[in-house]
């Protein structure tokens, strides 16, 4: 059965970093995408990796920042997340599309059920 699935997640002081993961059985042949809400904020795509991870795009505000990489051999798509900042708090999703990589939510058939990521000291 596909699924995607976020375990982590946390608590990270200011200029911090943390690691997400997303276990995507099932969708090796997808592109995966890292979303992001924050409280009264729509959803917004923060990374894309495609299949083979030889192509990544990142949203401005954390490029630099963020790396996105998948493992196909253990099924998992990683965010590793350096120099947190307060504003990255939210909760963080991954999703799963057959095409190409997109920024619209909309756009994805499927989705994890969501990881807290708080930026505090």
């Known amino acids: 059965q596909s699924q995607l699935v976020e375990p982590g997640g946390g608590l990270v002081q200011p200029g911090g970093s943390l690691r997400l993961s997303c276990a995507a059985s099932?969708?090796?042949?997808?592109?995966i995408g890292w979303f992001r809400q924050a409280p009264g904020k729509a959803r917004e795509g923060v990374s894309c990796?495609?299949?083979?991870?030889?192509?990544?795009n990142y949203a401005s505000s954390v490029k630099g920042r963020f790396t996105i990489s998948r493992d196909n051999a253990k099924n998992t798509v990683y965010l590793q997340m350096n120099s947190l900042k307060p504003e990255d708090t939210a909760v963080y999703y991954c999703?799963?599309?057959?095409?190409?990589?997109?920024?619209?939510?909309?756009?994805?058939?499927?989705w994890g059920q969501g990881t807290q990521v708080t930026v505090s000291s």
């Open positions: 999703a799963a599309r057959g095409l190409y990589c997109s920024d619209r939510p909309g756009s994805y058939n499927y």
């Open positions: 099932g969708f090796t042949y997808y592109f």
């Open positions: 990796i495609s299949p083979t991870g030889g192509s990544t």
